[in-house]
């Protein structure tokens, strides 16, 4: 978690630095560091992060889940059902990315490139946040989510504005995780679990191990996500 602090910090500097030919490849960057936070956050529902439950969470919560938008009792929910249901139409999983991921990849990264994908997903967990909490599954509130994100993402701001400009955190954070976050997650889903509700009750059935080759996997599957069938054992 602190390397994934240090490097996109260091790729935030290093463009601000190298001027407008390193931010693009500094935005692919950060959007890839994004991905591997998200992971984490996989981890920490897992209880990897630490091996005390209290600590795990409030890692997982303000240093994981919060800097990319998420709240980590929402996610929590949602993965555990994703076991339960995997591919199965009851699936959250499927909803969720059968909101953002068409049939048209033209149609798919033109709402990625928009920013209609991005907010689409919030959307989606903001419902699935708010349906949970009438079944009282889930505690909290839209506010309270809102509240901890900004109180999470008020360092960040601070300090990218103190090192170089308020817009860097814009153009260095939020486009990355509305454009590049979006993309690598779309792709990781493909990859772990045939898209659509499966006939089948066999969990195992619809999970995939995947090995796409050293630089992809870096990409897709940082620590070692791709061996997704046997995170499913």
Excluded: C
């Amino acid at each position: 978690l602190s390397s994934l602090y240090g490097m996109t910090a260091l790729l935030m500097l290093a463009a601000w630095k190298l001027g407008p030919l390193a931010w693009l490849p500094a935005m692919v960057g950060v959007g890839l560091l994004q991905h591997a936070w998200f992971l984490l956050l996989h981890e920490g529902t897992h209880g990897a992060l630490h091996p005390n439950r209290n600590v795990n969470n409030w890692v997982a919560e303000w240093l994981v889940a919060l800097p990319i938008g998420l709240r980590f009792r929402t996610y929590n929910l949602y993965h555990q059902r994703h076991h339960r249901y995997t591919r199965a139409a009851t699936d959250p999983e499927i909803s969720m990315f059968g909101e953002v991921a068409h049939d048209s990849v033209l149609r798919t990264l033109l709402e990625i490139f928009t920013g209609i994908t991005v907010i689409r997903m919030l959307l989606w967990f903001m419902r699935f946040a708010h349906e949970a909490r009438s079944a009282g599954v889930l505690t909290g509130s839209l506010l309270g989510d809102l509240l901890a994100t900004t109180v999470a993402w008020t360092p960040w701001m601070i300090l990218v504005s103190a090192l170089s400009a308020p817009w860097m955190f814009v153009l260095f954070w939020l486009v990355p995780l509305s454009v590049v976050f979006p993309i690598v997650s779309i792709v990781q889903s493909y990859a772990e679990h045939p898209m659509g509700p499966q006939a089948t009750t066999d969990e195992f059935a619809r999970t995939a191990t995947t090995r796409l080759g050293f630089l992809l996997d870096l990409v897709v599957h940082p620590f070692y996500s791709g061996e997704h069938l046997a995170h499913h054992l």
